[in-house]
């Protein structure tokens, strides 16, 4: 059974930073393409960030340059590191999974940031 934790959310003045982590469970993590999603409220979920069992990423447009995706399959964890954090990118922030036969969500965590 597929499980996805994040953490590392929370409250954050507008140009900071903060780091989101995601740990897996029940899935061979490191074949896994791992990605960050977040969904303002009034908003579609959106892609923010991707990274394939290779270690190639890609970003939205509105977050390059100022995230940044990684993973340590040693540890089963994916991350993302946000810096100079704006208004805008307050949302919940989920980790989804997803293999030729498996996928997955995590529960969420809220990032906030205030201007």
């Known amino acids: 059974q597929v499980q996805l934790v994040e953490s590392g959310g929370g409250l954050v003045q507008a140009g900071g930073s903060l780091r989101l982590s995601c740990a897996a469970s029940?899935?061979?993590?490191?074949?896994?393409?791992m990605e960050w999603y977040r969904q303002a409220p009034g908003k579609q979920r959106e892609l923010v960030a991707a990274?394939?069992?290779?270690?190639?990423?890609d970003y939205a447009d509105s977050v390059k340059g100022r995230f940044t995706i990684s993973r340590d399959n040693a540890k089963s964890t994916l991350y993302l590191q946000m810096n100079s954090l704006k208004p805008e990118d307050t949302a919940v922030y989920y980790c989804?999974?997803?293999?030729?036969?498996?996928?997955?969500w995590g529960q969420g965590t809220q990032v906030t940031v205030s201007s």
């Open positions: 989804h999974c997803r293999g030729n036969y498996f996928s997955g």
């Open positions: 990274i394939t069992s290779g270690g190639s990423t």
């Open positions: 029940g899935i061979i993590f490191s074949i896994a393409t």
